[in-house]
């Protein structure tokens, strides 16, 4: 009996897992914690039974995107409520979903294990924050999550748009409208075009992925709407630069004059293996566009930026190697995983050994030394 993906996917919420990988050829896949297995039933899956359980999961606006693209990103649910994304794909020339099960509430950041500071950017009234990192490094939960804190805490008019819808918000203090690719809006740019004659009062930008959404992201920023978007970079100073070179050479100086006005913030992170296997733990870089970090990114110099996220804790600002360092100092993550994802082992070790001294010195520790190995983290 071919099964139905509402069948599989009942599953994957029964066993616990995160994700489902459906192919031609093999069986359904999951990963539980962390590690692939197979999914209990069919040994393995035809073609024609790949292509119908993808077929039923698009619709016409997808089903042209998936024949043009070659991929498509959308979100289903089951009747008991639980939501999926799914990846639509082409793999040697058959077609494949890549399935992830979503989080089906709104976590607070320490549920998360991300830092509280975070919590100051769903207070801003205006501006540009970017959230940064690679594929599953949790960009979307922590947008989902600032957005969630607006949505609790002030009357506004929030505007998401999408590819897909991952979690759903429902109207508390805020009017949330949530807009998806394919689906109710063409392409990203044409959506945050048009959402400037929308009255929206925050704009939330699924993923800028090309010239045109970078530009209308950073008009509607302009404005006064306070935007907050993705990028895929590996820290919080490259997603400058990776903004500023996607525009052509003679618009860069404008560019990076227009981001040290707009620009709040840039959030990158990672995720680690936590040490006890249970999950994972994010480390996280945050710059806070202060004057002086302003004056940076308007004359082009990054490695001084770098310079002042060192010295930038009262800001509330952190390097990767310093949350790196505070998760290996607490035991977390494993040190040597650690070290590997820092950007300078030399000043991981030192940061860590840092850390240390202050956690064997307990709340004695001199404040000056404290601040020192905290450095924001």
Do not use: W
Not at 222 to 251: K, N, Q
Not at 271 to 292: F, H, K, S, W
Not at 316 to 344: H, I, K, N
């Amino acid at each position: 009996m071919t099964p139905s993906l509402e069948d599989l996917l009942g599953r994957v919420v029964a066993v616990g897992a995160s994700d489902l990988h459906l192919s031609a050829g093999a069986p359904p896949t999951m990963r539980l914690h962390g590690q692939l297995a197979p999914l209990d039933g069919p040994a393995k899956l035809d073609e024609a039974t790949v292509d119908g359980l993808a077929a039923a999961t698009l619709n016409a606006g997808q089903r042209a995107a998936f024949e043009r693209d070659r991929a498509v990103d959308l979100a289903v649910s089951l009747r008991s409520g639980e939501r999926f994304r799914v990846n639509v794909f082409r793999e040697r020339g058959r077609t494949a979903l890549a399935i992830r099960r979503l989080d089906d509430r709104f976590r607070t950041l320490a549920e998360l294990g991300l830092p509280e500071d975070l919590g100051a950017l769903a207070d801003l009234r205006d501006g540009l924050v970017l959230v940064t990192g690679p594929v599953g490094s949790g960009k979307t939960t922590t947008l989902a999550t600032l957005v969630h804190r607006i949505n609790q805490s002030r009357a506004c008019h929030i505007l998401t748009i999408e590819d897909p819808v991952e979690y759903l918000h429902a109207n508390a203090r805020s009017l949330v409208r949530q807009r998806e690719l394919h689906t109710d809006v063409p392409s990203f740019h044409d959506a945050v075009r048009s959402s400037l004659r929308e009255d929206p009062d925050v704009l939330l930008v699924g993923e800028m992925r090309d010239l045109e959404t970078m530009r209308a992201a950073i008009v509607a920023a302009e404005t006064g709407h306070l935007v907050f978007s993705t990028l895929h970079s590996g820290d919080a100073v490259g997603a400058i630069d990776r903004m500023v070179g996607v525009f052509p050479s003679e618009e860069q100086a404008s560019v990076r004059q227009q981001l040290s006005m707009t620009l709040r913030a840039v959030v990158a992170q990672r995720l680690l293996p936590r040490a006890d296997g249970r999950g994972r733990a994010p480390a996280v870089e945050l710059l806070v566009v202060t004057p002086a970090v302003a004056h940076l990114v308007r004359s082009g110099k990054p490695q001084q930026v770098y310079s002042a996220m060192e010295t930038g804790a009262e800001a509330g600002m952190r390097t990767l190697e310093q949350s790196l360092a505070r998760l290996a100092a607490q035991g977390l993550v494993r040190v040597e995983v650690a070290r590997r994802l820092a950007r300078d082992a030399r000043t991981f070790d030192e940061r860590l050994r840092l850390e240390r001294e202050v956690a064997a010195a307990g709340p004695a520790a001199a404040p000056s030394a404290r601040a020192l190995a905290r450095g924001g983290a």
